[in-house]
């Protein structure tokens, strides 16, 4: 189960940092919905964090963590901030994905 809380901590971390971006380009009250989203998913993400480290390494956990929200706001910065793709980009992706599922095999 802390696997899971672990994968949706990630994935409030996209919604995070998509909420941050979307704070740059908005001014006025949109800003400080924006904002507000971002609080509210931080803290979400990081309660399933803590909760996911209960009974899972700190140091996996948290690359774990750290990897799906690198990889999904990278994706979210090409699909929806229509940010520059290239082949390495995509290739270090693929990395780092590779990374996170080896760290979930080797874990205890």
């Known amino acids: 189960m802390n696997w899971i809380y672990l994968i ?3 994935l409030f ?3 995070f940092t998509t909420c941050l971006g979307k704070v740059k380009e908005t001014t006025g ?3 400080y919905g924006w904002f507000i989203g971002f609080l509210i998913t931080m803290t979400i993400s990081m309660g399933l964090l803590f909760k996911a480290t209960q009974s899972l390494p700190i140091g996996t956990a948290y690359a774990v963590w ?3 929200g690198a990889v ?3 994706l979210v910065g090409i699909f ?3 940010e520059p793709t290239s082949f390495w980009k995509l290739f270090f992706m693929v ?3 590779s990374s996170i599922t080896g760290l979930k095999y080797v874990s205890h």
């Open 8 to 10: 949706i901590a990630g």
């Open 13 to 15: 971390e996209v919604g």
């Open 29 to 31: 009250g949109e800003m």
């Open 66 to 68: 750290i990897g799906i």
């Open 72 to 74: 999904g706001t990278v």
């Open 80 to 82: 929806f901030f229509k």
């Open 95 to 97: 990395t780092l994905i």
